[in-house]
């Protein structure tokens, strides 16, 4: 029998999910392994293989998501990196945009780029806007550069020319140049990856395919060696920023594809759910070990953005705020990602506040409760004093709990200094990993001009179930959902995702007068090259055609999608419509038609028009948690003797809180001013009082 899984690793566990014929999901969760962590996922995929007699030898496919990509940028342990550029350009990375992320901060220094000054070298060639050539490419010039690169143990090379975007010839030289002279080296061509006009965002994201190239293809060879020896003869197939999935071999050409890989997953899992339930708008909220992520689902339909930075206290879209990280041009899902998770370290700051995040005690050490060499007091052992979570095992049993030393923890480096009851700093650290992920929150509503309380909140990963009850409080939602193996979501979106590829080409032209002919030409050049990245083999696909636009004189624009597969005078109109009602909902005001309208890029997203999810999913047995305990609920309720359930035994009418859930994947607190009832698909539906 050939069996497909879904392979998740997060910064604490590594997360397995199967799906048998009748929609059963069957999972294992293990300890991520940082030293190699495709042993984890090789040690979660046996774990999982033996629990269900199932043959690794047989496993076909395996869809995998992952953080490395990510981590390298965050941990500054990507490539040593080199760029070529245009003469006079060597600074864009450091010019940036203007942009700070906190607008009264008079020292805020920018982060340092990613291909230092000293690596970043000039190259005499200039191309003017429509791609004609000012001065040749000085060949000789190259190569004497790349001669100098090589003797820097450079692992990789970006190069960015002023205007590739519209002639390529100088860049695909350069290229061909560095593949003769240098072939170790990881090479990054902005031509490749994002072939459209902004010196910085391209300079940025070719920077950042490079920077992240060398450990993303060493990470997948390695996970492939790992499959390879257990025996496991499995494709690999990657989750995308974009939500679709593709091949591992395209990833390791172009690696920032999956920079935001884990995150989206949910996203896509939640849309799954979402729409078997008939929700048409929802907040996904995913809460692991050591991040916390938000995003958007909106008339059904995945939100995208269109700046996305990454390397920041929190990683999100914005063109408004922004330039604490790096700039990503390439089709994210966007996501807002904080670094609040269970192992997120506390500490007690200068000013005598609670801090959570953003550094994290990961799954080595781990908490301080894990007994594993833990010291710094978590998010985990603040839940666990409260009594949100077990006092005795996480995860069925496989991951033991030591309470007092929780207890320990919390009162000599939370609650003393702070002159607290123990419970009263636990809750209160409870609450600000609450403040701190709703941040995550507005930044894909309140900030896009979305109001969260005409949602329904996705509550999913590990710590999700936890926390979702009080982010959904703090913002006034009424409702929160927490889907079936809600700690391994993630995974499971990897299941239900379909392959799909964006891809996008420079096109600036005046809404009201470009040419029908040559936008229609660009589209379906843009269509077989996405043919070619997804590969169908025997299916055509489905595509989506989309425009990023914005008022002449703007520096920022708007992806609004096309209502029809070609461009007529039609579907021209309809645009200027889409836009202007996308502006207004987003910044609160539109233009009259006497403000022009460009067109900056066209981009095609090609998806496979089959869908092989199944119609409902299914919880294999029954994980039996303890009977009661007391867990505090902060000062207006106090210590409440709470009765501990599983999914299961959520029948019949609404329950009314306090009443905690406890599964092998996860936990979910429902708090005394809430009720909860398990809908037709098994998910559990919280709702809150007001």
């Given at each position: 029998m050939n069996w497909i899984v879904g392979s998740d690793i997060g910064g604490t566990f590594t997360d397995i999910v199967y799906i048998d014929k009748d929609g059963t999901l069957h999972t294992s969760k293990v300890p991520s392994t940082p030293e190699n962590y495709g042993r984890g996922v090789v040690n979660g995929i046996h774990?999982?293989?033996?629990?269900?007699?199932?043959?690794i030898s047989e496993m076909s496919e395996m869809v995998h998501g992952c953080t490395i990509a990510t981590n390298a940028i965050l941990e500054g342990k990507g490539a040593k990196t080199a760029l070529i550029t245009t003469r006079g350009f060597r600074d864009v990375l450091e010019l940036?945009?203007?942009?700070v992320?906190?607008?009264?901060?008079?020292?805020?220094?920018?982060?340092?780029?990613?291909?230092?000054?000293?690596?970043?070298?000039?190259?005499?060639?200039?191309l003017d806007s429509k791609g004609q050539v000012i001065t040749?490419?000085?060949?000789n010039e190259v190569r004497e550069i790349v001669k100098h690169i090589k003797k820097l143990d450079v692992t990789a090379v970006a190069v960015c020319f002023l205007h590739s975007y519209v002639n390529s010839d100088h860049e695909k030289r350069v290229g061909k140049i560095l593949r003769e002279l240098a072939p170790d080296l990881f090479i990054s061509l902005s031509v490749d990856i994002l072939p459209q006009i902004r010196e910085y965002e391209r300079t940025s994201t070719t920077v950042i395919n490079a920077y992240v190239g060398p450990?993303?293809?060493?990470?997948?060879?390695?996970?492939?060696?790992?499959?390879?020896?257990?025996?496991?003869?499995?494709?690999?197939?990657?989750?995308?920023?974009?939500?679709?999935?593709?091949?591992a071999k395209s990833v390791m050409v172009k690696p920032a594809q999956i920079i935001e890989c884990g995150p989206a997953a949910g996203v896509v899992g939640s849309a799954y759910i979402a729409e078997k339930l008939g929700i048409k708008s929802a907040i996904t909220f995913d809460m692991g070990g050591t991040t916390a992520k938000g995003s958007l689902i909106e008339d059904g339909e995945l939100i995208y953005a269109e700046n996305y930075e990454v390397g920041a206290s929190m990683s999100s879209a914005g063109s408004i705020t922004g330039g604490a990280g790096y700039a990503l041009k390439l089709p994210v899902i966007d996501i807002s990602e904080v670094g609040a998770g269970g192992g997120s370290i506390i500490r007690i700051d200068r000013a005598g506040s609670i801090k959570v995040g953003p550094d994290s005690a990961g799954s080595v050490p781990g908490p301080v409760c894990y007994g594993t060499g833990g010291l710094e007091p978590t998010v985990t052992d603040a839940n666990v004093v409260t009594g949100f979570l077990s006092q005795e095992a996480l995860a069925g049993g496989s991951v033991p709990i030591d309470a007092t030393l929780s207890y320990k923890t919390i009162e000599e480096k939370i609650a003393k200094p702070l002159n607290l009851d123990v419970y009263q700093a636990a809750y209160g650290v409870h609450q600000v990993a609450n403040a701190t992920m709703v941040r995550a929150i507005k930044a894909v509503t309140t900030y896009r001009g979305r109001d969260p309380r005409d949602f329904s909140i996705f509550a999913f990963g590990g710590n999700g179930g936890v926390h979702g009850a009080g982010i959904a409080r703090s913002l006034e939602v009424k409702q929160v959902i927490v889907p079936l193996a809600a700690g391994v979501f993630s995974a499971v979106g990897l299941m239900v995702a379909k392959r799909s590829v964006t891809v996008a080409g420079a096109f600036p032209a005046k809404l009201s007068s470009f040419d029908l002919n040559n936008a229609n030409t660009l589209f379906d050049k843009l269509k077989k090259d996405a043919d070619a990245l997804i590969?169908?083999?025997e299916n055509t696909p489905a595509y989506k055609l989309e425009a990023e636009m914005r008022y002449v004189g703007q520096a920022f624009e708007l992806t609004v999608p096309l209502k029809k597969d070609f461009f007529d005078e039609e579907a021209s109109a309809q645009l200027r419509i889409g836009f202007d009602e996308e502006h207004e909902r987003r910044f609160g005001h539109k233009f009259d038609e006497g403000n022009n309208v460009e067109i900056v890029s066209l981009k095609v997203r090609a998806t496979d028009p089959v869908d092989r999810s199944p119609q409902r999913l299914r919880q294999e047995g029954s994980y039996t948690p303890l009977s009661s305990r007391m867990v505090y609920y902060g000062d207006e309720f106090g210590l409440m003797k709470t009765p501990i359930v599983n999914r299961s035994e959520i029948q019949g009418t609404e329950w009314k809180g306090p009443v905690i859930i406890e599964e092998y994947e996860g936990t979910t607190i429902v708090p005394p001013d809430a009720s909860v009832h398990r809908d037709q698909l098994d998910n559990l539906v919280i709702n809150l009082d007001y």
């Open positions: 774990l999982l293989a033996k629990k269900q007699s199932l043959a940036r945009r203007i942009r992320p906190k607008l009264y901060d008079p020292l805020y220094v920018k982060p340092q780029p990613l291909s230092p000054r000293n690596l970043r070298f000039e190259v005499t060639e200039r040749e490419l000085d060949e450990p993303v293809h060493k990470y997948l060879e390695e996970m492939e060696k790992d499959l390879r020896t257990s025996g496991c003869p499995a494709t690999m197939m990657m989750m995308q920023s974009s939500g679709g999935t593709v091949s590969d169908l083999k």
